[in-house]
């Protein structure tokens, strides 16, 4: 940090020195006959020479500000006659003179004493800009008149901004080369260093990007500083000996350098903002910056002359900087956010120099309209590149930091990562198999909790099928009777898996077998006992979340024709299959019409409506309930058991016992999902009816 504010203030030191001595000079060391306040001008065309000059009529010129030819003809061409008059103080008589000038625009020629000395730039029809070159002029020395009055007479082509410094002498040859050579060294040649260095960071910009291709801000600024490269290129030419006969027009290099290059700039300016705050850009917003740039391009390469170039260039420009407002958005949103705000003060650090810079351009330029110094914005830009590359250096020097560190230490590392997680996966193993112990007792304890269907019952042949997705299951069933007689039957599935699920099991066993037999003895409907079960699992489980779907049936007496009715209440679980034998088919057991059934156990505020179900069973009839588990079970194909295939093993099983109809129905729920693991419990009650008169005896008597 303390070679980055060395930096800093080397770079602004440096330039305060340039410019409290680019005009200061010291007298007593140079004589110098200095003109700036000198001047005289007067309008003239094309055709005028230096013979019919004198007939003009001149006006005391104030050179002292920028852009005076400018005001004084406009900016759509126009040439204009500069005269200077001065005599030959004793120092320098019988000396070879020169004439320096700091610039000019747009293009000149120079007389002294109407003999003609040269000029920089071209006038119509082919013109060309001197642009920013610094003016030097031999005066032969037939032409200066020792004794008397000297006049210069400069004839100058204004079109565009027509500038000319106060910063304008004459003295020794010598000097003036030197002098000249010194203002062309700020006005060009350092452009052309700013060039290269520019350069060179696109170069190591693009190489960082193609070595670490996630972070497209390296690309970014790396084509940021190519459209720089470009923009530049004007500001340097007049270096360029190929330049003043070059085949490529002055409009067209305008057009292409300074115009499009300036769009280029914004454009990857705006896209490099946001990809070093890390910003994700929306397509609509890349969609409109590239519509922007590609229509001001167009546009600006269809001007047909300079004049209107100039006239549309404000608008343009404008047009063109508005591709950076989404990037000052996204910017001020980073600041706000803490997470990225260290980003956005990296960035805004960044740019301060060449930021500063403009501010001071813009003071010099465009409030007191003094243009004698270089474009200091050029020379922040080269700052805002150096530490840009100062900021990649400091994070890619932590992550080679880094990289050393492992290469270093890695062995180490790694030996002290296995260790360590060697011991945490004996803790895991160990605490897996006391799991693992606990859920075979609780499973044991499960099993044991559920009544075996080992009792005989008066007109009933009952098959159970048990088994749990994993040690412990969410199913609960049971049955209720009084000696051999059957009463009723209850099967409930509780929601999720696991531990939470077999212990709400254990808590609603008890609570519907108090439910069943209290209404049962109080003379209600099974109904108003999956209400009463409603209320007492919410008020015992609490917050735990899990609820219950079940059905809960009762069963009366046998009549004379060996039929008995069944009372069924359902709480929102899968509809039981009854299969009667008198015509051999099969039907879900559902509420009638007007009847609506909704709701689940256990669910807080939660409206439920249980209504109850009544049929009749005949000998022979085989009714059937189950968990979700059995149709909903898939196969290698994502396709569930299903109803229809209960229904079928239903129908071609019935004349079996109800185990061999279980087996029967397990085999082909098997064969259905080969061998694919099931995620669900599985429980599944088949009731067949048998005689009940004399059943129990002829069976006690075989």
């Not at 602004?12 to 003109?35: K, V, Y």
């Not at 070159?133 to 200066?144: G, M």
């Not at 015509?583 to 909704?598: C, L, N, P, V, W």
Request: aromatic content about 14%; overall charge negative; proline content about 3%.
């Amino acid at each position: 940090m303390r070679c980055l504010f060395t930096s800093i203030f080397l770079f602004f030191f440096s330039f305060s020195f340039f410019s409290c001595n680019l005009n200061s000079e010291s007298d007593e060391e140079h004589e110098r006959i200095f003109l700036g306040e000198k001047l005289e001008w007067a309008e003239c065309d094309e055709t005028d020479t230096v013979y019919s000059a004198p007939r003009s009529v001149f006006k005391p010129l104030d050179a002292s500000r920028s852009r005076t030819l400018e005001k004084l003809v406009g900016r759509e061409g126009s040439f204009v006659w500069i005269r200077a008059r001065f005599r030959v103080p004793d120092r320098l008589k019988f000396k070879s003179l020169g004439l320096v000038m700091g610039y000019i625009h747009f293009a000149d020629k120079v007389w002294l004493n109407d003999v003609y000395v040269g000029g920089y730039g071209s006038f119509p029809p082919d013109e060309r800009s001197a642009l920013w070159a610094a003016h030097c002029y031999l005066f032969p020395d037939s032409a200066v008149r020792d004794d008397g009055v000297n006049t210069i007479l400069i004839k100058v082509w204004v079109h565009g901004g027509g500038d000319i410094s106060s910063n304008i002498f004459v003295c020794d040859y010598d000097e003036a080369v030197n002098e000249s050579s010194r203002l062309g060294f700020w006005y060009t040649r350092i452009f052309l260093i700013c060039e290269g260095w520019t350069l060179c960071a696109v170069i190591i910009f693009l190489s960082i990007f193609i070595w670490r291709r996630k972070d497209r801000s390296n690309l970014a600024f790396a084509l940021l500083n190519c459209s720089t490269v470009v923009f530049l290129t004007p500001f340097f030419l007049p270096e360029i000996p190929w330049y003043a006969t070059s085949p490529v027009s002055y409009l067209l290099l305008i057009k292409s350098t300074l115009c499009l290059g300036f769009y280029f700039v914004c454009t990857f300016a705006s896209l490099f903002l946001m990809k070093f705050i890390k910003v994700t850009i929306p397509k609509q917003t890349i969609v409109a910056m590239c519509s922007i740039l590609l229509v001001l391009s167009c546009l600006t390469l269809a001007m047909p002359d300079y004049n209107s170039l100039m006239s549309a260039c404000p608008y343009f420009l404008v047009a063109s900087v508005s591709e950076l407002i989404p990037a000052v958005i996204e910017l001020v949103k980073a600041l706000r956010n803490k997470n990225r705000r260290g980003g956005a003060f990296v960035l805004m650090l960044g740019f301060s120099p060449f930021l500063i810079c403009c501010a001071v351009d813009f003071t010099f330029r465009v409030l007191f309209e003094n243009s004698n110094n270089p474009y200091f914005a050029i020379f922040g830009w080269q700052v805002s590149v150096f530490l840009f590359l100062l900021f990649m250096s400091i994070r890619y020097n932590k992550v080679f930091a880094r990289y050393e560190y492992l290469s270093l230490n890695l062995r180490k590392e790694v030996s002290a990562k296995t260790q360590s997680l060697s011991e945490a996966n004996e803790k895991l193993l160990a605490e897996i198999r006391r799991n693992d112990i606990d859920l075979e007792m609780a499973s044991i304890v499960q099993e044991k909790f559920f009544p075996a269907p080992d009792i005989i019952f008066r007109g009933w042949d009952i098959a159970i099928c048990y088994k749990a997705a994993a040690k412990v299951s969410g199913d609960l069933y049971d049955y209720y009777h009084t000696n051999s007689n059957l009463e009723g039957i209850s099967l409930f599935d509780v929601s999720g898996h696991g531990i939470s699920s077999s212990l709400i099991t254990m808590l609603a066993k008890h609570i519907v077998h108090r439910a069943f037999k209290d209404c049962t003895g109080d003379g209600k409907s099974v109904s108003a006992a999956l209400y009463r079960i409603n209320e007492q699992i919410i008020e015992a489980k609490g917050d735990i979340e899990n609820y219950l779907t079940g059905i809960l049936l009762r069963f009366g007496e046998f009549d004379s024709d060996d039929e008995c009715t069944v009372e069924m209440a359902n709480a929102g679980h899968p509809h039981p299959v009854l299969y009667s034998a008198a015509d051999g088919t099969t039907r879900e057991i559902a509420h009638g019409e007007g009847q609506s059934q909704y709701g689940a156990i256990g669910l807080v505020n939660i409206a439920v409506s249980f209504p109850e179900i009544k049929f009749k069973m005949a000998r022979g009839d085989i009714f059937i309930c189950y968990t979700d588990g059995l149709v909903e079970a898939m196969n290698k194909n994502r396709e569930e058991f299903g109803l229809s295939r209960v229904r079928s093993v239903l129908q071609s099983s019935a004349p079996k016992d109800a185990l061999s109809i279980l087996e029967d129905l397990i085999d082909s729920l098997d064969s259905f999902t080969e061998g694919v693991s099931r995620d669900d419990d599985l429980t599944i009650i088949i009731l067949k009816r048998e005689r009940s008169n004399d059943y129990l005896e002829e069976l006690m008597a075989e």
